[in-house]
């Protein structure tokens, strides 16, 4: 089974702060992903990354970047926290770049972040 | 931004009983995922559906895929209380536009004892 493991599940950090969020998948899958998941507004695409070094922009990257330096860990990082980044963050792999989004995407358990 | 319309938004039932939940946009999509989430824990991949029309089944859940691919269904059959979960579908817009996958906001499913 693909194992996607998040650093932390739960996470409080002070408003201003940079804080790092780190994801590691075991099945040398091309494709990562980083999500944020809100009451109400389901599950938005932050960052993906469909090799190392590469990163692409989702749905809401504003405030955020992302860093792929080894295949299997792809880190989401907030450059300056603020109350409003307060979420459940969840990453996700899958297998092969083509038919990227036709494919299952294997997710983490996810880290609350309380920025406060 | 495709919307993925789900419905209901919360569904609280006794078990034993069947239920349909809907996910429905305006869009055509070259294919539609269904994920259950517990929670604590991330979303689980329950299904894709590729073709127009498709029905696929997964013990107790039957998951369609509409004619024209702008619609899916998933209907559970004599629920149990570990059937209980968010359920999300999501879809790839396949008339190109931006790269990524289109989540709903999910149906939260609870069955009674």
């Known amino acids: 089974d693909v194992k996607v493991t998040q650093s932390s599940r739960y996470l409080v950090k002070r408003t201003g702060e940079k804080v790092f969020l780190e994801c590691v998948q075991d099945?040398?899958?091309?494709?990562m992903f980083w999500y944020r998941q809100d009451p109400g507004l389901g599950l938005r695409l932050i960052y993906f990354?469909?090799?190392?070094?590469?990163?692409e922009k989702g749905d809401i990257p504003e405030g955020y970047s992302v860093s792929r330096e080894k295949k299997e860990r792809f880190s989401l990082i907030l450059e300056s926290a603020s109350t409003n980044q307060t979420s459940m963050y969840l990453c996700?792999?899958?297998?092969?770049?083509?038919?990227?989004?036709?494919?299952?995407?294997?997710f983490g358990d996810g880290t609350r972040l309380s920025i406060l | 931004t495709q919307l993925l319309e789900q419905s209901p938004q919360f569904l609280s039932i006794q078990e034993g009983e069947n239920l349909t939940v809907y996910c429905n946009s305006s869009?055509?999509?070259?294919?539609l995922q269904w994920y259950r989430q517990e929670p604590g824990e991330g979303p689980v991949l329950l299904v894709t559906?590729?073709?127009?029309?498709e029905v696929k089944k997964l013990k107790r859940l039957i998951f369609q895929f509409g004619d024209a691919r702008k619609d899916s269904s998933l209907h559970i059959t004599a629920a149990q209380t570990g059937d209980t979960g968010l359920y999300l579908c999501?879809?790839?817009?396949?008339?190109?536009?931006?790269?990524?996958?289109?989540f709903g906001k999910g149906t939260h499913l609870i069955i009674q004892p």
């Open positions: 869009s055509v999509f070259s294919s």
């Open positions: 990354s469909y090799d190392v070094k590469m990163k």
């Open positions: 996700a792999s899958s297998r092969d770049r083509v038919y990227r989004w036709n494919q299952p995407q294997h």
């Open positions: 099945m040398d899958h091309e494709n």
């Open positions: 999501a879809g790839r817009d396949s008339g190109g536009g931006a790269d990524g996958l289109t």
């Open positions: 559906v590729v073709t127009g029309g």
